[in-house]
C-alpha cells in the first residue's frame, strides 16, 4: 500500500526513527540487564541465608536440640523477604518450623515464592587416638545431617522490577517527545522554503502572474527560488502578449459578428418581404387555378390547367414546408395532447399515399391496430404523414408498411420500406433541412429535402423518441415511441370526418387589400355558394353593409393590411359592430415568429398564403359546424 507524505512528514519520521529504535534498544537492553541482576541477587540473598542457617543448625541438629533450631528459624523469619523457614532430618521429619504472621500459603508452582534448599552438612572432626596406630585422624559424618528450607517472597522484587519498567517507559517517552520536538523545529527548517514555494506557485497557477518567491538563502533553495521566479516572469510576459493578441481578436469578431448581425437582419428583411410578395401573387394564383378547375373545358385545356395546378402546387408545398420549419424555430407551435385511435390516422394516411404507391407499383400495407396513443393527433399524423411519403419516394420496388405493435406502456409505430436505404454515415445528416440522398440534381420528384427535418423537430416537441435502423439496400425502418392510452369511445372527436360538407348560403364578409388575392378569394368562395362581401379595408366594408342587413356568418382577413390596424384588430371591431362573436379566420403571406404569436394569442384560426383551398374550405366547415 503507498502512502503519500509530504516533505513535513518525512523529514519529522527521517530524524524521529532513528533516534526512537536507538532509544528503544538502548532501554530494553539496560532494563533487561537490570532485572537480571535483580533476580539474580534476590536468589544469591536466599542462598546465603540458607549456608548460613546451615552452619548454624549443625551442632543442635546432630544433638537433635529442636529448641535451638527454632531459635535459629526464627532469627532468620527476622530477615526482610523471608516468609517461611523450616529445618527437616534425613527423614523428613519437621524438627523446627517458622512462619511470618499472620501466614501466606505458597502456591503450588511456587510463582510468588523463592525457595532455597540446603543441606546442613557435618563438619569435618581431627581426632586424637593414643591406642590406634596414628594419631590425628580426621573423623567425618559423611551423611547430612538435615535439609533447610529458606522461602522467600518475591512481592518486592516485583515492585523493583515494575518501578524499573515504569522508569524505562518514562526514559523512552521523554526521548520520543525530545526527538519529536527536534524533528519538527527540523522539519520546519526543511519545509517551510518548500512550502513558501509552493504557495507561490499555488497562487501563479491561480493567475497571480505577480507574484515572486523571496530570497530563502544560498544552495538549492536559492536556485529553486529563481527557477519559479524566472518561470513566474516569463508567464506574465506570454498573458500579457496572449490578452492583447485576444483583445485584437475580440475586436475583429466583434467587428465581423455586427456585419454579420447586419448582413443577416438584411437577409431576413429580404426573405421576409420577397416570401410576404411572393405568396400574394401564388395565393391569389391558386385560387384562380382552383377556380378555374371548377369550369368545363376541353380536354385540352383541362390537361394545361392540371399541369399549372401541379406546378403551382410544387411552389406551395415548398412554401409550406418553409413555413413549418419556421413554426417549430420561432417556438409558436404547442401541442394539443389527448388521447386518438390509430387507426383512423393510418386509413386516412393509406389512402392518401395509395396513388402514389400505385404509380410506382408499390405495395401499400397498413396493418390494423386498436391502439389507442397519448398524443397531439393533428402533429402525430403530419409525422406519420411525411414518413410514408419519403418511404414511398425513396422505394423503387417491393413495398411499405405501416404498423404498431404495444410494449408495455408504449406505443412503437414503424414505417418499414424495401427502399434503397441509408448507411450508417448518412444517418444523422438526413434529418437536416434540404438534405437528399442520391439526388444532386434535386429532381421534384424526390422532395425538398424538408420532410425529415420536420419530422425530427415535431417528435423532439412532442417529446416521442424516433429510432431509425437501415443499411445501403437493405431497406429502412423508422420507428416512432409514444404511449399508449387507455380507449375512449364515447371521445366525441375521436373519428374526423373529413369531407369538405355543403357552404351554401354562407355570408362571408373580406377584407384583402391586394386586388388580386382578393378576387381569388371573393371567385373561390362564390363557386362554393357562399355569398361573400369583399373589401380592402374595414371602412369599406362596412359601407358595403346596409344597416338593416344581417350580419355575416364569417370574418375571413388578410392580417397584414394598410394603415395602422392589423387583421386582429380589425375582427375584433367588426365583432364589435355587429355585437357578436363571429368566427373569424386570418389570412397572411408573413411567416414571422411575431405574427404567430399575435395569431396564437387572439385564439384565431391562422392559414399562410398560399392558401390551399381544400384546407380553407375544410376550416370553413369546422367553423360552419361549430356556428
Known amino acids: 500500500m503507498k502512502i503519500n507524505l509530504g516533505v513535513r512528514a518525512r523529514v519529522v519520521l527521517a530524524a524521529l526513527l532513528p533516534v526512537l529504535a536507538l532509544a528503544v534498544v538502548l532501554t530494553v537492553f539496560y532494563t533487561s540487564s537490570r532485572l537480571a541482576d535483580m533476580d539474580e541477587a534476590h536468589a544469591a540473598r536466599g542462598r546465603a541465608l540458607a549456608r548460613q542457617l546451615a552452619a548454624?543448625?549443625?551442632y543442635a541438629a546432630f544433638a537433635g536440640n529442636r529448641q535451638?533450631?527454632?531459635?535459629?528459624?526464627n532469627a532468620v523469619l527476622a530477615e526482610s523477604d523471608v516468609i517461611a523457614v523450616s529445618i527437616?532430618?534425613?527423614?523428613d521429619r519437621v524438627l523446627a518450623r517458622s512462619i511470618r504472621p499472620p501466614g501466606r500459603p505458597t502456591d503450588a508452582a511456587g510463582h510468588d515464592l523463592l525457595r532455597v534448599v540446603q543441606p546442613i552438612e557435618p563438619s569435618n572432626v581431627m581426632l586424637d587416638d593414643a591406642f590406634g596406630p596414628e594419631s590425628g585422624v580426621v573423623a567425618s559424618h559423611r551423611s547430612p545431617l538435615g535439609t533447610v528450607v529458606v522461602e522467600l517472597s518475591r512481592e518486592r522484587l516485583k515492585a523493583q522490577r515494575n518501578e524499573l519498567l515504569e522508569a524505562a517507559a518514562l526514559s523512552v517517552l521523554f526521548v520520543l517527545i525530545g526527538s519529536l520536538l527536534l524533528a519538527t523545529w527540523l522539519s520546519r527548517g526543511v519545509s517551510g522554503p518548500i512550502r513558501t514555494v509552493a504557495?507561490?506557485?499555488a497562487r501563479i497557477g491561480q493567475g497571480r502572474l505577480s507574484e515572486r518567491v523571496p530570497d530563502m538563502g544560498g544552495g538549492s533553495l536559492k536556485l529553486l527560488s529563481d527557477g519559479v521566479n524566472e518561470m513566474a516572469f516569463r508567464l506574465q510576459e506570454m498573458h500579457d502578449n496572449m490578452a492583447r493578441r485576444i483583445m485584437e481578436a475580440t475586436a475583429e469578431l466583434r467587428a465581423r459578428k455586427d456585419e454579420a448581425e447586419q448582413a443577416n437582419l438584411a437577409k431576413s428583411r429580404f426573405l421576409a418581404a420577397a416570401s410576404h410578395d411572393l405568396r400574394q401573387p401564388m395565393h391569389a394564383l391558386g385560387l384562380f387555378i382552383t377556380e378555374l378547375a371548377q369550369l368545363s373545358h376541353a380536354p385540352e385545356a383541362r390537361h394545361l390547367v392540371q399541369k399549372i395546378a401541379t406546378a403551382a402546387e410544387a411552389v406551395e408545398n415548398l412554401l409550406d414546408s418553409l413555413l413549418d420549419i419556421s413554426k417549430l424555430d420561432a417556438g409558436v407551435l404547442h401541442p394539443n395532447v389527448c388521447a386518438f385511435p390509430l387507426q383512423p390516422i393510418f386509413d386516412r394516411i393509406a389512402a392518401e399515399q395509395r396513388t402514389a404507391a400505385a404509380e410506382k407499383d408499390l405495395r401499400l400495407r397498413v396493418r390494423p391496430t386498436a391502439a389507442w396513443a397519448l398524443?397531439?393527433?393533428v402533429l402525430f399524423e403530419r409525422v406519420l404523414t411525411n414518413l410514408a411519403s419519403n418511404a414511398i419516394r425513396y422505394t423503387q420496388h417491393g413495398s411499405v408498411m405501416i404498423a404498431c405493435r404495444r410494449r408495455g406502456g408504449q406505443l412503437r409505430v414503424e414505417v418499414r420500406d424495401s427502399g434503397i436505404g441509408i448507411g450508417p454515415d448518412e444517418q444523422e445528416i438526413i434529418f437536416q433541412e434540404f438534405v437528399q440522398l442520391d439526388n444532386p440534381e434535386r429532381a421534384r420528384d424526390k422532395g425538398l429535402g424538408l420532410g425529415l427535418a420536420i419530422v425530427r423537430r415535431l417528435t423532439d416537441l412532442l417529446g416521442h423518441r424516433l429510432t431509425l435502423r437501415s443499411a445501403r439496400g437493405a431497406g429502412s425502418v423508422f420507428a416512432l415511441e409514444l404511449p399508449a392510452a387507455v380507449p375512449d369511445h364515447e371521445r366525441p372527436g375521436a373519428v374526423v370526418e373529413r369531407s369538405p360538407g355543403d357552404l351554401r348560403g354562407w355570408r362571408i364578409a373580406l377584407v384583402e387589400d391586394d386586388p388580386l388575392a382578393r378576387?381569388?378569394?371573393?371567385?373561390?368562395?362564390t363557386t362554393w355558394g357562399c355569398d361573400v362581401s369583399a373589401a380592402a379595408d374595414l371602412d369599406e366594408l362596412l359601407a358595403a353593409h346596409a344597416p338593416d342587413d344581417p350580419p355575416p356568418q364569417l370574418l375571413?382577413?388578410?392580417?397584414?393590411?394598410?394603415?395602422?390596424?392589423?387583421?386582429v384588430e380589425v375582427i375584433g371591431q367588426l365583432r364589435a359592430h355587429w355585437k357578436e362573436d363571429i368566427p373569424a379566420v386570418l389570412i397572411s403571406g408573413d411567416t414571422g415568429a411575431d405574427t404567430l404569436k399575435a395569431a396564437q394569442a387572439s385564439g384565431i384560426p391562422l392559414l399562410h398564403k398560399p392558401v390551399r383551398p381544400a384546407r380553407l374550405r375544410a376550416l370553413l366547415h369546422r367553423l360552419h359546424g361549430g356556428h
Do not use: K
Request: glycine share 14%.
Open 199 to 201: 504557495g507561490a506557485v
Open 375 to 377: 398524443s397531439d393527433p
Open 68 to 73: 535451638t533450631l527454632q531459635q535459629l528459624a
Open 556 to 567: 375571413i382577413s388578410d392580417y397584414r393590411l394598410h394603415g395602422p390596424a392589423d387583421g
Open 56 to 58: 548454624a543448625s549443625e
Open 519 to 525: 378576387a381569388g378569394m371573393q371567385g373561390l368562395l
Open 88 to 91: 527437616v532430618d534425613p527423614t
